[in-house]
């Protein structure tokens, strides 16, 4: 399968141009067209019941729609979802999620308000215990080269043609057992990028395999992992001490500043295999 990428920006535009006035050291300032990233409402909907809205990339929005029920624990399977719908106004996105009807009792739990800003896992939740799930734990399934990690973020890199324009955007990837990478979404909010990652992987039923993301790793993206049944997790930047005690729990394999020749695992290290060859 080739690698899946942003497919839908000519339709949702990802990006506008803006002119900049600039400013130089020892330069006069000058002016230029820029590229900027799109930043849109998305009002998520289940069966006709307004649920949310998050702040995001017009991307991926099926992809988004599916990872954000799953991961928020409202559906099981993908095909729990019956239909989706993508309608425009001038406030912005609503997706129309249509969920199988024993779906519904899911949404009963998990009651939020209707504004969330830019890619916050939380936002709108309204009970602790809406925040802190109860996981199963990931299988032990396979092991992982260290020396896959540092080429990996740099393929990641090139690959991230949003934030080339912009400089703006989170990534999240997936790579085979084998290094390959399968996918990679973008998006203004890094808790999307990721949800739109998972989206893709619960849709084509992927198993194993490893997750990249270009930030830090919070524990509610440990708990995205965990639902997607992923056994690694690995940032670019640091960890926070709730996700290393999240994934210690769940047994997910969770490395963070991997870059340049480092890399710290935070949990289930017996996972990884080699050592870092300068």
Do not use: W
């Not at 535009?13 to 067209?33: G, K, L, W």
């Amino acid at each position: 399968m080739a690698l899946e990428q942003l497919q839908d920006s000519e339709v949702f535009p990802d990006t506008a141009t803006t002119e900049v006035t600039c400013y130089r050291p020892n330069q006069a300032c000058y002016s230029q067209s820029q590229s900027v990233i799109q930043e849109t409402a998305v009002a998520i909907e289940f069966n006709g019941i307004a649920y949310t809205v998050m702040m995001c990339s017009p991307t991926n929005l099926e992809e988004f729609a599916i990872g954000f029920a799953y991961t928020n624990q409202i559906i099981t399977h993908y095909h729990d979802i019956h239909d989706i719908e993508i309608s425009h106004s001038k406030q912005g996105i609503t997706l129309h999620i249509e969920v199988a009807n024993r779906c519904l009792n899911h949404l009963k739990n998990k009651q939020r308000s209707l504004a969330g800003v830019t890619g916050c896992g939380i936002c709108g939740a309204e009970k602790l215990d809406s925040v802190c799930q109860l996981l199963p734990t990931v299988p032990f399934r396979s092991q992982y080269n260290i020396n896959a990690l540092q080429p990996a973020f740099r393929e990641l890199s090139q690959l991230q043609q949003l934030n080339h324009k912009t400089g703006a955007s989170h990534a999240a990837a997936y790579c085979d057992e084998q290094g390959k990478m399968i996918a990679i979404f973008e998006d203004v909010g890094r808790h999307i990028a990721l949800d739109k990652l998972i989206g893709f992987i619960v849709r084509h039923h992927y198993q194993g395999g490893a997750i990249f993301v270009t930030s830090r790793a919070s524990y509610e993206m440990v708990q995205k992992v965990v639902c997607a049944g992923i056994e690694y997790l690995f940032a670019i930047s640091a960890v926070t001490q709730m996700a290393i005690e999240l994934a210690a729990s769940s047994q997910l394999t969770l490395g963070g500043f991997c870059r340049s020749g480092r890399a710290e695992i935070y949990s289930h290290p017996q996972r990884i295999v080699g050592e870092i060859i300068s």
